[in-house]
């Protein structure tokens, strides 16, 4: 993969920090998270006209149909500017798992919605207790004639508080005993959606399907591909977010070094400091490493090797946590007594990067895949 921008990359990056810097600044992301429940419909249609959501939908369905490369360059800026909005778990997670499972009449029906930022989707695949392990669904799909009865407990829906829809998994019974994909609308009969705000400023939500009814033509993917439909949509979602938390970085050392430029003590700016300045080189040390290791994310979406593609997904996911971990918490050191208020964007950054490790399996969950496959690998 080339790590330098094309042009047109480039320009796509410069138009997406110009929006940011215009329209997503620190007070207005402020007055959002607060009042508009981190999702603001204006801000989504701004950004589903400069492309940002049809971006790898196909061109045949309204989109652009660009690669991993490209979705790089996005969520890059997006993390810069900290954007809450639900581009990953809908124009990412969503998008890959339509366009590549979907059926025919799925794809005509969705892929243009999610493009133009009409339908959000949310991907609700985790339960208490399956500690990020999609194959461990116990939530229940049973045939009810023409259809499927749905019943089960759905947690931390990641900007579950913004969906319309929601991708369920859920197991078929015995024999067929298949983990299966369903479009459920929010207000499904028999859906209970728990709302929460998270720690990074956004909302989540728990599900609670009683009785949920959908028709034969919610199911997404064909017999014996559901776990492989989830898996894909969400080694999309992972390499996003590796992109994204790199642009979070990159914007939190920025933000600190003009702190340290700024702020004096003993009559000296403390950027002077031998110390802190060897904080800072390790800090750019570690975004460094995680920009590489989102590079090789975005390089494992085009891998058709399946052990291969997962070992660099999870290789990717452990070093960007590790390093925004770090980076954040370093962040927050150098700010001093600052670092802990509410009145510096410092905050904000430091608790989307802590979320980076939970989000999609956390360092333990990669680290076990990782041995998994490095394990049945050939000698």
Same mark, same amino acid.
């Given at each position: 993969?080339?790590?330098?921008?094309?042009?047109?990359?480039?320009?796509?990056? +410069?138009?997406?920090?110009?929006?940011? &810097?215009?329209?997503?600044?620190?007070?207005?992301?402020?007055?959002?998270?607060?009042?508009? $429940?981190?999702?603001?419909?204006?801000?989504?249609?701004?950004?589903?006209?400069?492309?940002?959501?049809?971006?790898?939908?196909?061109?045949?369905?309204?989109?652009?149909?660009?690669?991993?490369?490209?979705?790089?360059?996005?969520?890059?800026?997006?993390?810069?500017?900290?954007? *809450?909005?639900?581009?990953?778990? *809908?124009?990412?997670?969503?998008?890959?798992?339509?366009?590549?499972?979907?059926?025919?009449?799925?794809?005509?029906?969705?892929?243009?919605?999610?493009?133009?930022?009409?339908?959000?989707?949310?991907?609700?695949?985790?339960?208490? $207790?399956?500690?990020?392990?999609?194959?461990?669904? @116990?939530?229940?799909?049973?045939?009810?004639?023409?259809?499927?009865?749905?019943?089960?407990?759905? *947690?931390?829906?990641?900007?579950?508080?913004?969906?319309?829809?929601?991708?369920?998994? %859920?197991?078929?019974?015995?024999?067929?005993?298949?983990?299966?994909?369903?479009?459920?609308?929010?207000?499904?009969?028999?859906?209970?959606?728990?709302?929460?705000?998270?720690?990074?400023?956004?909302?989540?939500?728990?599900?609670?399907?009683? $009785?949920?009814?959908?028709?034969?033509?919610?199911?997404?993917?064909?017999?014996?591909?559901?776990?492989?439909?989830?898996?894909?949509?969400?080694?999309?979602?992972?390499?996003?977010?590796?992109?994204?938390?790199?642009?979070?970085? &990159?914007?939190?050392?920025?933000?600190?070094?003009?702190?340290?430029?700024?702020?004096?003590?003993?009559?000296?700016?403390?950027?002077?400091? @031998?110390?802190?300045?060897?904080?800072?080189?390790?800090?750019?040390?570690?975004?460094?490493?995680?920009?590489?290791?989102?590079?090789?994310?975005?390089?494992?979406?085009?891998?058709?090797?399946?052990?291969?593609?997962?070992?660099?997904?999870?290789?990717?996911?452990?070093?960007? %946590?590790?390093?925004?971990?770090?980076?954040?918490?370093? %962040?927050?050191?150098?700010?001093? $007594?600052?670092?802990?208020?509410? &009145?510096?964007?410092?905050?904000?950054?430091?608790?989307?990067?802590?979320?980076?490790?939970?989000?999609?399996? +956390?360092?333990?969950?990669?680290?076990?895949?990782?041995?998994?496959?490095?394990?049945?690998?050939?000698?």
């Amino acid at each position: 993969m080339d790590f330098h921008y094309s042009e047109e990359q480039q320009m796509l990056a +410069d138009s997406l920090r110009r929006f940011v &810097e215009a329209e997503y600044p620190f007070a207005r992301r402020r007055e959002i998270a607060r009042h508009g $429940g981190a999702f603001d419909r204006g801000i989504w249609a701004a950004l589903a006209e400069m492309g940002v959501l049809g971006l790898t939908v196909p061109a045949d369905f309204g989109g652009f149909g660009e690669g991993p490369a490209s979705q790089l360059v996005v969520h890059r800026e997006l993390g810069r500017g900290l954007v *809450s909005e639900p581009v990953i778990p *809908s124009a990412v997670v969503g998008t890959a798992l339509l366009g590549k499972h979907g059926s025919a009449a799925q794809q005509a029906a969705w892929l243009p919605a999610l493009a133009s930022g009409e339908r959000v989707l949310a991907l609700a695949y985790l339960e208490p $207790g399956t500690r990020y392990r999609p194959e461990a669904a @116990q939530a229940t799909a049973v045939h009810n004639g023409d259809g499927y009865r749905l019943d089960g407990v759905k *947690s931390l829906v990641w900007h579950g508080d913004a969906a319309d829809t929601y991708l369920v998994s %859920a197991r078929l019974p015995a024999p067929e005993g298949d983990l299966a994909l369903f479009l459920v609308p929010r207000d499904a009969e028999g859906l209970h959606v728990t709302s929460y705000p998270t720690m990074d400023g956004l909302r989540g939500a728990d599900l609670r399907l009683q $009785g949920v009814t959908v028709p034969a033509s919610a199911r997404v993917g064909c017999a014996d591909a559901g776990l492989a439909a989830l898996e894909h949509g969400l080694d999309h979602g992972i390499a996003a977010q590796c992109a994204a938390a790199v642009g979070a970085m &990159e914007r939190l050392i920025e933000l600190t070094g003009e702190y340290l430029r700024t702020r004096r003590q003993f009559g000296t700016p403390l950027a002077t400091f @031998q110390a802190l300045q060897h904080r800072m080189a390790e800090m750019l040390v570690h975004k460094e490493l995680a920009l590489s290791m989102a590079y090789v994310a975005a390089r494992a979406l085009d891998e058709t090797d399946a052990a291969a593609r997962r070992r660099m997904l999870a290789g990717a996911k452990v070093v960007v %946590a590790r390093a925004a971990r770090f980076v954040g918490q370093q %962040a927050v050191q150098l700010h001093g $007594g600052m670092g802990m208020t509410d &009145e510096l964007e410092v905050g904000d950054y430091f608790k989307q990067l802590a979320m980076v490790d939970v989000l999609f399996g +956390d360092t333990d969950f990669h680290m076990e895949r990782y041995g998994e496959v490095m394990a049945g690998a050939p000698d």
